[in-house]
């Protein structure tokens, strides 16, 4: 009988029982007996992880709960105080002088991500810790909240997506009118927030020895392979390659549809003739997508039954959930949890698809011996979810209305690289904030500004106020809650387009190397991942270069 969603319970833990906890962890290791103390440190912290994901996704679920929010705040001041005991035995642990037994025992891999994981902690620093988490929060609560209406519907934002894809150019700039006029009302309150969360950072960073956040932000992520320097050279890589293919492709819809220019509203219609849509409602797609999952092979369709038979996923849009969606998991039980916000377009497809990405690959690697090594860092991680975007594409069609399947394809291969230059001005800008702390709020829309006609020249806001003075940057809810977790989708396209090419040629393949990488989880960092699957890193020169090239053969050709 597979595990049911609606039967897990996990204790709220209080202070005082997470010290009881981990004390007995220090205690084991008092007696000598690291063995045990390794197996009772892995399970307690699959507890605590699995108690906080079930809360922050409960907050998800419904943001205007207020037990939900009562325990995401029991959350946030818990986790820093569990962040402490686990640095602590960290600590003593990579202190035994007998560092090779260590390894021998948790793998070189996990000690290596201990080591960074011990400088991103101090107890002086936990109170910034649930400041941080606390603001955070505040802003998912604002935009949860938000309430936009459009050609007589009331709509969060979620729910404005159709509109924003509507063949009517005038809907499809109302669409955007309403989205940013509530950005301009909340405008300086976001800037608040944000501000806030700069000067904690910093803050933070400051009490820790460094002298910006940046560093730690790079730590805390547990980027052990690379640095800011090889970011930097992919954004020129994508700045030298794909920005001038993107350039092209609006300039071609802009011709096609006849504008005499093309506006920010006119770039969420990549298809001319409309975007295709889902082929039908969210029960529909649930069922086409467990015989797309089985005609891939493999054991894809046996997990997504389960996932489904299980209660695991949460997919319709609704009033008071969260926006986004996002895959979390529950490492006492082994088992992924599926968030979306269906919405009727073709976003639907991807975000699904890409988010049983993340679960098929945690599903995969759930029996890997601690719980360090269940999910890979966020860049690698990245991976398995735009990998599978790009492996359904042979079955899809059951996925997309009708006759519509190649359209559909185009159009997801424009929509990845068009992502690309947005994501890496993302990257970038926060790398400028966090270089200058002390920016106003008006500088930093102002930093935005020229980043975006750096990296999307063709973008022109017309009339939208708001983004056109630089505010776009306050919708990605990652520079507010997951700092230079951006990047990471990047470098995971640059990889996941790579099994697109090998798919092309050889699909059962693909699929085969890419569910052996999945297996893989967390045990080596990015770039041993990706040698593993044996795809080329996008910090080599020259690997988006042959992308692009294989890219603009397949839309000069469909």
């Known amino acids: 009988m597979?595990?049911?969603?609606?039967?897990?319970?996990?204790?709220?833990?209080?202070?005082?029982?997470?010290?009881?906890?981990?004390?007995?962890?220090?205690?084991?290791?008092?007696?000598?007996?690291?063995?045990?103390?390794?197996?009772?440190?892995?399970?307690?912290?699959?507890?605590?992880d699995s108690w906080a994901s079930m809360v922050a996704l409960r907050f998800s679920q419904d943001t205007t709960s207020q037990q939900a929010r009562s325990d995401r705040d029991l959350a946030d001041r818990l986790t820093p105080h569990v962040t402490e005991l686990e640095v602590a035995i960290k600590r003593r642990l990579l202190d035994d002088p007998d560092r090779a037994g260590l390894?021998?025992?948790?793998?070189?891999?996990?000690?290596?991500?201990?080591?960074t994981d011990i400088t991103t902690f101090d107890p002086r620093i936990r109170e910034a810790l649930e400041e941080e988490a606390r603001l955070g929060a505040d802003y998912?609560?604002?935009?949860?909240?938000?309430?936009?209406?459009?050609?007589?519907?009331?709509?969060?934002?979620?729910g404005l997506a159709p509109f924003?894809?509507?063949?009517?150019?005038?809907?499809?700039?109302?669409?955007?009118?309403?989205?940013?006029?509530?950005?301009?009302?909340?405008?300086?309150?976001?800037?608040?927030?944000?501000?806030?969360?700069?000067?904690?950072?910093?803050?933070?960073a400051r009490t820790l020895g460094y002298d910006t956040y940046t560093p730690l932000g790079y730590r805390r992520m547990r980027r052990v392979d690379y640095g800011p320097e090889d970011v930097a050279r992919f954004r020129d890589d994508v700045l030298a390659h794909i920005v001038p293919l993107v350039s092209a492709?609006?300039?071609?819809?802009?011709?096609?549809?006849?504008?005499?220019?093309?506006?920010?509203?006119?770039?969420?219609?990549?298809?001319?003739?409309?975007?295709?849509?889902?082929?039908?409602?969210?029960?529909?797609?649930?069922?086409?997508?467990?015989?797309?999952?089985?005609?891939?092979?493999?054991?894809?369709?046996?997990?997504?039954?389960?996932?489904?038979?299980?209660g695991f996923l949460d997919l319709r849009n609704r009033e008071g959930k969260a926006g986004g969606g996002f895959c979390t998991a529950f490492p006492s039980v082994g088992m992924p949890f599926i968030f979306a916000n269906f919405n009727g377009t073709q976003h639907d497809i991807t975000v699904f698809t890409h988010e049983m990405g993340h679960a098929y690959q945690n599903w995969k690697s759930r029996d890997l011996p601690g719980i360090d090594l269940l999910w890979p860092t966020m860049d690698a991680a990245e991976i398995h979810s735009m990998a599978l975007e790009f492996l359904t594409w042979p079955q899809i069609d059951l996925m997309v209305e009708e006759g519509l399947a190649d359209r559909f394809r185009r159009m997801h291969l424009i929509g990845s690289l068009s992502f690309l230059p947005y994501a890496v001005c993302v990257d970038h800008f926060q790398h400028e904030i966090y270089a200058n702390p002390d920016m106003t709020a008006a500088e930093r829309h102002e930093t935005w500004q020229r980043l975006e006609k750096l990296y999307l020249p063709w973008r022109d806001y017309g009339d939208l106020s708001w983004p056109a003075g630089g505010g776009r940057w306050q919708a990605q809810g990652h520079i507010y809650r997951s700092p230079f977790y951006y990047i990471d989708y990047t470098l995971a396209l640059c990889c996941a387009m790579q099994f697109w090419l090998h798919s092309r040629a050889d699909q059962a393949g693909a699929m085969a190397i890419y569910a052996d990488l999945c297996a893989l989880g967390g045990s080596q960092p990015f770039t041993g991942l990706v040698d593993a699957a044996g795809l080329i890193s996008p910090f080599k020169q020259g690997t988006l270069a042959d992308i692009v090239q294989e890219a603009d053969r397949f839309l000069h050709t469909r």
């Not at 891999?109 to 080591?115: D, F, I, P, S």
């Not at 938000?146 to 050609?151: G, M, N």
Request: aromatic share 8%; charged share 25%; no cysteine.
């Open 2 to 48: 597979s595990i049911q969603f609606a039967d897990l319970t996990f204790p709220p833990p209080s202070a005082e029982s997470l010290d009881a906890a981990f004390g007995a962890v220090s205690a084991l290791l008092d007696e000598g007996d690291r063995a045990q103390a390794l197996a009772r440190f892995d399970a307690e912290r699959r507890a605590y």
């Open 103 to 115: 390894a021998t025992a948790i793998g070189t891999h996990t000690v290596r991500l201990w080591e």
């Open 249 to 310: 492709i609006m300039e071609n819809r802009r011709l096609t549809m006849n504008w005499d220019r093309l506006h920010f509203w006119d770039e969420s219609l990549i298809d001319p003739l409309g975007n295709p849509k889902p082929a039908g409602d969210h029960d529909l797609l649930l069922e086409r997508a467990q015989t797309m999952f089985d005609r891939m092979g493999g054991d894809l369709g046996a997990f997504y039954r389960q996932m489904v038979a299980g």
């Open 140 to 158: 998912t609560a604002l935009l949860a909240a938000a309430r936009v209406t459009v050609q007589g519907q009331t709509v969060n934002l979620s």
């Open 164 to 204: 924003a894809e509507h063949p009517d150019r005038a809907v499809r700039h109302e669409a955007e009118k309403a989205r940013w006029d509530f950005f301009a009302a909340n405008g300086p309150e976001l800037d608040r927030i944000y501000d806030q969360l700069v000067r904690v950072r910093h803050g933070m």
